[in-house]
T-cell receptor, first 113, second 109 residues
Framework: EADIYQTPRYLVIGTGKKITLECSQTMGHDKMYWYQQDPGMELHLIHYSYGVNSTEKGDLSSESTVSRIRTEHFPLTLESARPSHTSQYLC????????????FGPGTRLTVL | RKEVEQDPGPFNVPEGATVAFNCTYSNSASQSFFWYRQDCRKEPKLLMSVYSSGNEDGRFTAQLNRASQYISLLIRDSKLSDSATYLCVVTRGRRALTFGSGTRLQVQP
């Protein structure tokens, strides 16, 4: 089992609120990622990090921001939540290597009313 | 055109059947290939990497055809527990993984 954790697992919140989705891993992985997935659809990369103080935007444009101050922690923040942000958010991590096997957290299911 | 394309299915097969999925990718610079499995409302989990020479893990066999840019997954002797969505995944160098939208498999008793 992968040691990667996400909190909260489920979040229902009103429009305009600021939220932070937490992701932590205890495997010492340098690389971490955030994906967004709508039901029955593919995962879309929204942010990734190759190490402390390194963050980059992914393929899907997102109004969220991320930070990587510690290796094990990669939080995602939405300054002002909107109904269009309703989705599942999956965090993943991987070791630096040729095959980049990624381990996923259980996800946060976000609903913005 | 999507970078990774899969038949969404569903593939409905009886227990014990052999089933095969294909996946095509558009970027010839793709370097690494994987099959992930995702159960309903769960996170994806690595099923197997796909090597150029093809590889097998128990009932699962993966093949890569770089010339035609497709990857396949063969499942023999299907079990009820194999029911899931199978995600084809490719990566290019430092870039993170690109996921297909998945092929849904339903194994029936």
């Amino acid at each position: 089992e992968a040691d990667i954790y996400q909190t909260p697992r489920y979040l229902v919140i009103g429009t305009g609120k600021k939220i932070t989705l937490e992701c932590s891993q205890t495997m010492g992985h340098d690389k971490m990622y955030w994906y967004q997935q709508d039901p029955g659809m593919e995962l879309h990369l929204i942010h990734y990090s190759y190490g402390v103080n390194s963050t980059e935007k992914g393929d899907l444009s997102s109004e969220s921001t991320v930070s990587r101050i510690r290796t094990e922690h990669f939080p995602l923040t939405l300054e002002s939540a909107r109904p269009s942000h309703t989705s599942q958010y999956l965090c993943a991590s991987s070791v630096a290597g040729d095959y980049d096997t990624q381990y996923f957290g259980p996800g946060t299911r976000l609903t913005v009313l | 055109r999507k970078e990774v394309e899969q038949d969404p299915g569903p593939f409905n097969v009886p227990e014990g059947a052999t089933v095969a999925f294909n996946c095509t990718y558009s970027n010839s610079a793709s370097q690494s290939f994987f099959w992930y499995r995702q159960d309903c409302r769960k996170e994806p989990k690595l099923l197997m990497s796909v090597y150029s020479s093809g590889n097998e893990d128990g009932r699962f066999t993966a093949q890569l055809n770089r010339a035609s840019q497709y990857i396949s997954l063969l499942i023999r002797d299907s079990k009820l527990s194999d029911s899931a969505t199978y995600l084809c995944v490719v990566t290019r160098g430092r870039r993170a993984l690109t996921f297909g939208s998945g092929t849904r498999l339903q194994v029936q008793p």
